[in-house]
């Protein structure tokens, strides 16, 4: 009952930057947790970034410094700013969602996007 778009991925050079954003509708109380996982070729999905109700976040260490995300709770929506870019950022991110209450006493657990490509060029 719940869906998350991502947009703003695509294609840029080494050093320059990316805002992705993705938006979660429905009937939608409140989420938890929002955050954005990637995936590389041939690898399992690893975390990015995660940021609570309450703002509290969480970066996985190759992006500490370069990456910020953050939410915005009347609009359901989480971005990411990625900000000098490197090749190895190359791969597909995905959007998530955790602890999603929806109005009429109605929960869920967990709920991912489709995925949206980002491609740095050397």
């Known amino acids: 009952q719940v869906q998350l778009v991502e947009s703003g991925g695509g294609l840029v050079q080494a050093g320059g930057s990316l805002r992705l954003s993705c938006a979660a509708s429905?009937?939608?109380?409140?989420?938890?947790?929002m955050g954005w996982y990637r995936q590389f070729p041939g690898k399992q999905r690893e975390l990015v970034a995660t940021i609570s109700s309450r703002a509290s976040t969480n970066y996985a260490d190759s992006v500490k410094g370069r990456f910020t995300i953050s939410r915005d709770n009347a609009k359901n929506t989480v971005y990411l700013q990625m900000n000098n870019l490197r090749p190895e950022d190359t791969a597909v991110y995905y959007c998530n969602a955790g602890g999603i209450a929806l109005w009429g006493s109605i929960y869920l657990n967990d709920c991912w996007g489709q995925g949206t490509q980002v491609t740095v060029s050397s």
């Open positions: 429905g009937s939608i109380f409140s989420i938890n947790t």
